[in-house]
């Protein structure tokens, strides 16, 4: 007996479970192994230091767990990355907190006796808990030593995987603080990743004011002119082919690393649903970035914000979607106030944002015009959803009805889409209108009269006279 849609879809959600929880049982165990090592180190360096007996003369002498790279998704990473000895401290440091913090109260006890300014860490506010510092890595790994600890600061270099890839951050000191005195953090992604074996998605929220968009339609349900369509393949291309152009081809030094593209053209065309699909022909997450959140009246926050969404964007393969982005991404003005100078400073930041973005990034405006000429001069395509002509809309109403509705014979989409100059997202609202309109008589069949009265109530919305 065939299995139905729901229960293929159970079953495939229950297998999703399952995988993730076995993920996460072999994170675990790994882990359990790794924090025991840790805890010795740590024992171990408090001893060294404060000259006390210790079985061992460098923490060197102490063996790291043996991981089978093909049991764990950690193991898989220590072994990926060919990790250090202080890199993989370095990443122990930063998940302790998170998943066992009374590793580093000997910290707490060892400072009442001795002080904190030998290892570092501060106290959080909220937690109570110890947070390790650069200066704390420099503590367990270097000791004493002063040309181990000049070594470790590359551990936070730009160029450094940690940096590169979005692992580890070190965070900006407090004025006038010593540069290793910041926290160090381990990013949300690799936290998912070393606990529940899966990244989660992010929430949408003030912090993250960006909403994951997805699309019931299918790539083929896309009615477009041939000009948008060829330009659409193109971005498709750079998807493809992009990594194969910077990193194969070595043009990596020549060329942007992402790709901007710029959407216009009257609402209802199809600029969303072709970002949406986008994502999910190519396997993407899509974000639409909600402007009204992300723009604020207080100096400084505009930036913030912007930096929230594309600090985490950086190292995924997101698609981020501005839509409506006329509101901040609009022609920059003459400095007539400090208002004037502040927000032409939003609109630089964000140019330089998008330029250093190793992904995609679309804007969708209704008016290309609208668009500070800053912008489209750095776009790689600048593309056009003009209204649908009459063939394309004729293809739209014969893909917008399922054909668990019957029609009226009488309906004629031809003649339909020649009367009516209407778009997509039009279209759409009728099929909603009038299939209820068919609900209301008990019975599945569209009439014609209900597609004409979903017509004519979109157009009155409009302020369009009808007949």
Do not use: C
């Amino acid at each position: 007996m065939a299995l139905s849609y729901s229960e293929i879809a159970m079953d495939a959600k229950t297998n999703m479970r399952r995988m993730v929880t076995e993920k996460a049982k072999h994170n675990a165990s790994h882990l359990e192994l790794e924090l025991a090592w840790f805890e010795e180190l740590l024992t171990s360096r408090m001893d060294l230091f404060y000259g006390r007996d210790s079985k061992y003369k460098s923490l060197h002498d102490i063996p790291a767990p043996a991981l089978d790279a093909k049991k764990s998704l950690y193991a898989s990473f220590v072994d990926h990355y060919q990790l250090s000895f202080a890199e993989q401290i370095a990443i122990l440091l930063s998940l302790v907190p998170h998943i066992r913090p009374q590793l580093l109260d000997i910290f707490l006890e060892e400072g009442r006796n001795m002080g904190f300014s030998e290892f570092g860490g501060v106290i959080g506010q909220r937690s109570g808990l110890f947070l390790p510092t650069g200066e704390t890595l420099i503590f367990i790994v270097a000791g004493k030593n002063l040309d181990a600890r000049f070594q470790l600061m590359d551990l936070f270099d730009p160029d450094h995987f940690f940096a590169k890839h979005g692992i580890i951050q070190l965070e900006p000191s407090p004025d006038g603080e010593p540069a290793m005195s910041g926290t160090i953090n381990l990013s949300d992604e690799y936290l998912d990743y070393f606990t529940s074996g899966y990244i989660r998605k992010p929430d949408f929220n003030m912090n993250f004011p960006a909403k994951l968009i997805t699309s019931p339609l299918e790539w083929d349900d896309l009615v477009l002119n041939q000009r948008t369509w060829d330009q659409i393949d193109e971005i498709r291309n750079w998807i493809k082919y992009g990594h194969v152009l910077l990193h194969e081809w070595e043009l990596g030094d020549k060329l942007h690393r992402g790709y901007r593209t710029l959407f216009h053209g009257p609402s209802g065309t199809g600029k969303t649903a072709t970002a949406a699909l986008l994502g999910k022909v190519t396997d993407r997450d899509v974000y639409r970035v909600d402007l009204s959140m992300v723009i604020s009246k207080y100096i400084g926050e505009t930036e913030k914000n912007l930096s929230n969404i594309f600090d985490r964007a950086e190292h995924r393969r997101w698609i981020l979607f501005f839509d409506e982005s006329d509101a901040l991404f609009g022609r920059r003005t003459e400095i007539n106030s400090a208002h004037d100078r502040f927000a032409n400073q939003e609109v630089s930041y964000l140019l330089q944002r998008i330029e250093n973005f190793n992904g995609l990034v679309i804007l969708a405006s209704n008016m290309k015009g609208n668009i500070d000429d800053a912008f489209t001069r750095r776009f790689e395509s600048i593309i056009h959803f003009p209204l649908p002509k009459a063939a394309e809309r004729q293809k739209i109403w014969e893909k917008a009805f399922t054909k668990a509705k019957s029609l009226d014979e009488k309906i004629d989409f031809e003649s339909i889409a020649e009367k009516y100059e209407v778009t997509g997202a039009i279209i759409k609202n009728v099929v909603h209108y009038s299939s209820l309109k068919a609900l209301s008589r008990n019975s599945d069949q569209i009439m014609l009269a209900d597609i004409e009265g979903g017509i004519r109530k979109e157009l009155r919305k409009e302020g369009k006279m009808v007949a």
